[in-house]
């Protein structure tokens, strides 16, 4: 019998004989009968103990067998009934474990096919350049090139080259706010201060295209990484400058509440279409008034950084028409 091979059964029925034999022992000393009812009280005792442990076992059995099949994938939840007790406690503990166990396999499923797509992305992002690149230096081989198609060239691959870098630095940036590992630091920054940091590198070519930019801010500031949210805004402010026309504008408002701090960047442009914009912030999504040249991973970037520093970024079409992008870093945790 299987259930006496149990060393804890065992033990039982060891002291349940001893404990008997004890008092028939003594009862023998009353009388016979008294020792014999004694022996037949103490065996009924031991033989429903028996009975009892081995449907509590067998319980115990058909539960690790339901584990080992939900191990093994052949069923995500364990059968068995809602008795009380110890027993049925345990068994809707186990079921909880593993519906959550079932309910982070899918969430890595998912997760996985998002990496892979965003692995063919980069993959498909990457080769434009490099086909470019590969091109570029076919033709630079070219001994009968002349001087100036040589620097021209060569300018060429020095830009495809500087695509690439930013490309990775973007993708590496973003791993890091995925992951947790980013610092920010949690500084009392000057909205003005932001704005101008973020359009250094954008003031020549808004020069070039005969643009202006104009910062309303006076005081107003928000807690957070002033490098950080520079970048941020500077996708943004690239983004509206590559979608208003030459001779056109963009605006930053700033407003301070007892809540949060608001930003507001409006530009001359097109606007956004219907469509795009549920996707806008989506990582490698094109909307369809974006440039060749764009990747789609700006924006991403900008509203991860945002939302990292406990902020919220939306877009939609101006009443006077082209883009407007609102940000409100919050003072408390929303």
């Not at 364990?78 to 899918?106: H, M, N, V």
């Not at 490098?227 to 001779?247: D, V, Y």
């Not at 006077?320 to 919050?330: Q, V």
């Amino acid at each position: 019998m299987k259930l006496l091979r149990n060393p804890e059964i065992k033990r039982e029925l060891f002291i349940y004989a001893a404990v008997t034999v004890i008092f028939a022992a003594a009862g023998f000393f009353v009388s016979p009968l008294c020792g014999a009812l004694i022996l037949a009280l103490g065996a009924c005792l031991s033989l429903l103990h028996l009975l009892f442990a081995r449907k509590r076992y067998a319980e115990m059995e058909k539960l690790a067998e339901s584990i080992d099949r939900a191990l093994h994938g052949q069923e995500t939840a364990l059968i068995g009934d809602e008795a009380e007790g110890e027993l049925g406690i345990l068994k809707s503990e186990i079921r909880k474990l593993f519906s959550r166990l079932s309910e982070q396999k899918d969430l890595l499923s998912a997760e996985k096919i998002r990496l892979t797509e965003a692995i063919q992305d980069i993959f498909h992002q990457l080769r434009t350049p490099l086909t470019s690149m590969s091109i570029v230096t076919s033709l630079l081989e070219d001994e009968d090139l002349t001087y100036e198609l040589r620097v021209q060239r060569t300018r060429e691959l020095k830009r495809q080259l500087e695509r690439i870098e930013w490309l990775v630095e973007t993708l590496l940036k973003l791993s890091k706010i995925d992951a947790g590992t980013a610092q920010f630091k949690k500084d009392s920054v000057s909205v003005k201060e932001a704005f101008d940091k973020a359009a250094e590198p954008l003031i020549i070519p808004m020069e070039l295209r005969g643009q202006t930019l104009t910062v309303k801010a006076a005081d107003e500031r928000f807690t957070g990484d002033l490098n950080w949210t520079a970048e941020a805004l500077g996708n943004i402010l690239k983004n509206s400058m590559e979608h208003t026309p030459e001779g056109g504008e963009i605006s930053v408002e700033a407003e301070e509440t007892a809540l949060y701090t608001e930003l507001r960047i409006l530009d001359s442009g097109s606007g956004f279409d219907k469509e795009d914009i549920p996707h806008i912030f989506e990582r490698f999504y094109k909307g369809k008034n974006a440039a060749d040249s764009s990747v789609g991973i700006g924006l991403a970037l900008a509203r991860s950084i945002i939302a990292a520093q406990n902020g919220a970024i939306s877009a939609k079409n101006g009443k006077d028409g082209g883009a407007k992008f609102t940000i409100r870093f919050y003072k408390s945790v929303i």
